[in-house]
Each structure stands twice: as C-alpha cells, then as structure tokens.
C-alpha cells in the first residue's frame, strides 16, 4: 500500500514538473513574427499641469503581417504629444526591435531619421511570470520616470485589434 502512495506522490510530483517544463519552454524557444502580431497599449500618467488639465499620453503600437513582413504603427498621443511613426521590425529570439521608417498622416514632431532604433520589446521570465519588457532607444516616454529600461510597459490588449483610443473608431481586422 505504502509503495502505491508513493508511485502515485512521484507520478503527480513528475506530472507538475513537466506541466511547469512545457510552460517554460515556450520562452526558451523563438518567436516567431505571428507571436508578435496585435495591439499593445502603454498609458502614461504625468499628474496634472499647474491649471488643473490632465497630462496623459497614451502609446498604441499596432504590430501586423503585410506583403513586405511584419511591420508597426507607434502612436502616441495626448498632453503636448502626437506621434504618427511607421515602422520596420525585427525578431531576434525573443527579442524584437522596433525601427523608424516613415512618419505617417498624424505626425507633429519630426525628429527621427530612418533606421534609427526606437525601442525594443523583449519577453522574460521574472518572478516565475512571463513579462513583457520595453528598452527605450530614439524614442522615449514623455512623463519623468517612465524611461528606465527593462521594465513593462506596454501590454498586449489582442491579438488582431486596432482602435483609436481618442474614441473614435473601433475595427478588427
């Protein structure tokens, strides 16, 4: 009987370690560019200016599939901001770097070249959780504080969404 309850404490104790290994495993393995592809939001919170008005900025980028491979859409918008930056990606292991290639219809500030690096997204296992953590390069946060590297940032909200967070429109694709 004693033997019984310990092949079944091992079968169990076997059965979570594999469980938690196959979980595991997918970090170690590379992603590849649909692992990549959705929405991801980052809102930035700067208090209020002396007059009382919010200083909000929020951060959109829209990563997808075209005929030329996996491309982005960075918008940021909000207090004294309004970034329209269309760019070229790239996926090392887990990693992917985010280039400057063209500034797009909504753009303002023109202060990027093509080529240049503006961030990087990486995927980490801390604490036991996979996490999502952005390298700021070209392009920065606007609110103080927001632009130490290696922390998470933007998170994923779908896989094939794109919305206009100033509440204007709403469409999947």
Request: glycine residues 8%; negative net charge.
């Amino acid at each position: 009987m004693k033997f019984f309850l310990v092949l079944a404490y091992l079968g169990i104790f076997l059965f979570n370690s594999t469980a938690l290994a196959a979980d595991n495993s997918k970090l170690s393995q590379n992603l590849i560019s649909s692992d990549w592809e959705g929405l991801y939001i980052f809102e930035e919170n700067g208090g209020v200016t002396a007059g009382g008005s919010p200083i909000t900025i929020f951060h959109e980028l829209n990563i997808y599939q075209s005929d030329d491979g996996l491309r982005a859409n960075l918008k940021s918008n909000g207090y004294q901001t309004q970034f329209d930056l269309n760019c070229t990606v790239k996926i090392t292991q887990k990693r992917l770097d985010l280039f400057f290639e063209s500034y797009g219809d909504d753009n303002l500030f023109e202060i990027f070249k093509p080529g240049d690096l503006l961030l990087s997204l990486e995927y980490k296992f801390i604490g036991g959780k996979e996490k999502l953590l952005t390298t700021w390069q070209k392009f920065k946060p606007i609110v103080p504080g927001n632009e130490k590297p290696g922390r998470v940032y933007f998170v994923k909200q779908s896989d094939k969404l794109s919305f206009d967070y100033r509440g204007f429109s709403l469409s999947a694709f």
